[in-house]
């Protein structure tokens, strides 16, 4: 099966990765906030410190796929190339027919299929391609003379986690947040509509769908449990919409409960798995300002294609006991919970972890405060190195997206 995941800690068989690529040597200081980074990665250390992450994963018999190989895997087809390029230049907001052809025949110009779609990932400069006297000028190309893109660069790639989630054998692609990462999904798009691996996979939500929801937000707590955040990214219209694909829409679902946690909308907490993890049967890491009383959401299937929605307040300790039916739910706090050392490995993604097996998860270096209480409550860690990859606000389970994880 190409997609099956219906828990955060069964044993990691298959996992999709991005390696950071040019893109991130595109970003500028005066541009970083429209391409949402807080700071530039020095390209080569971070690529070094993802293929050390990839390494741990494959030590532990993880099957590593990335993204720009499955595209081109796809696009080897001339047909779906062609569409591909043409979806790619109208996705990017290219208006002036003049530029349209300029840029199709530069990217038909890349015979190699994975150095074309990794040009598309990285942003196309004008220096590359010389503008030259068009016979129809369009007033954006006057008004947008000084910024050096034709086409942006997409350096949250390697945040493969968002784009779409693993939900049962089902995925959710996504409509993501900003403006800025919308033409990330199209990899995905294709990838699931036309690999071979993958072309069969169903979708539980779409990318033409109106609300904004992403794969940081949605945690699979056990095969009858989904939890979805509803944060900066993720619209409670967008939650509301999964819910009823899940539960009328589709086949197969196991899932009978949705929990959606109203998390707070600012940038330190943009995901909820950048406050909470599971990393063991019952154990998670959290960030120590969500322990207190929680506004949650359980949401269930009910009559005539309506869904049942509970508000319920309590402390997160609380509603995983009551939906994992365990009376032994241990919170590990990101940074043990002193304040200062907590918001910094917060900022960090201290409590932002990819479980790899029960009780086993993957950890940045960065978070020596936090990884110590993890191993001091039993749980072993795999320490990779972080000072590049962090600087785009994400841990190591944002920079993973599992396809397979064993029943």
């Not at 300002?289 to 299937?301: A, C, N, R």
Request: with cysteine.
């Amino acid at each position: 099966m190409s997609i099956l995941v219906r828990s955060e800690i069964n044993e990691l068989k298959t996992v999709l990765l991005h390696r950071p690529g040019e893109e991130i040597e595109n970003l500028t200081p005066e541009y970083l906030d429209r391409l949402l980074f807080d700071d530039i990665p020095w390209l080569e250390k971070a690529q070094s410190e993802h293929d050390a992450f990839a390494n741990v994963l494959r030590d532990n018999g993880v099957e590593v796929l990335y993204l720009h190989e499955l595209m081109s895997e796809v696009i080897d087809d001339q047909g779906i190339r062609d569409k591909f390029i043409s979806q790619f230049i109208e996705e990017a907001d290219v208006l002036n027919p003049h530029m349209i052809q300029r840029i199709t025949t530069f990217l038909n110009n890349i015979k190699d299929t994975k150095e074309l779609v990794r040009k598309t990932m990285s942003g196309i400069k004008k220096d590359e391609l010389p503008i030259g006297n068009f016979k129809e000028v369009e007033l954006s190309d006057l008004v947008d003379n000084e910024y050096p893109f034709i086409t942006d660069p997409m350096p949250n790639l390697y945040f493969t986690r968002d784009p779409f989630a693993s939900i049962g054998d089902k995925i959710s692609l996504h409509r993501m947040y900003s403006v800025t990462r919308g033409r990330e999904t199209i990899y995905a798009e294709y990838i699931f509509k036309y690999h071979p691996r993958f072309k069969d996979t169903k979708k539980v939500y779409d990318r033409d769908f109106p609300f904004s929801l992403e794969g940081g937000d949605v945690l699979n707590l056990s095969d009858e449990v989904l939890a979805v955040g509803i944060s900066q990214r993720t619209s409670p219209q967008g939650l509301q919409r999964l819910a009823k694909e899940i539960f009328f829409n589709t086949e197969g679902n196991k899932i009978n409960t949705i929990l959606g946690f109203n998390i707070p909308k600012s940038r330190a907490y943009m995901h909820l798995d950048t406050v909470f993890t599971q990393v063991d049967y019952n154990k998670f890491t959290i960030h120590p300002q969500i322990q207190g009383p929680l506004k949650v959401f359980e949401i269930t299937k009910g009559e005539d294609e309506k869904l049942v929605i509970n508000e319920v307040n309590m402390e997160l300790e609380k509603v995983l006991a009551k939906h994992l039916h365990r009376d032994d739910i241990v919170l590990i706090p990101c940074g043990g919970g002193d304040y200062i050392t907590s918001q910094r490995e917060q900022w960090n993604d201290g409590s932002n972890t990819l479980c790899i097996r029960p009780g086993e998860v993957v950890v940045y270096s960065r978070n020596y405060v936090t990884n110590k209480i993890l191993e001091e409550n039993g749980v072993k860690i795999y320490v990779v190195p972080s000072s590049e990859l962090s600087r785009g606000r994400g841990g190591p389970r944002c920079m993973s997206m599992p396809l397979v994880r064993e029943e």
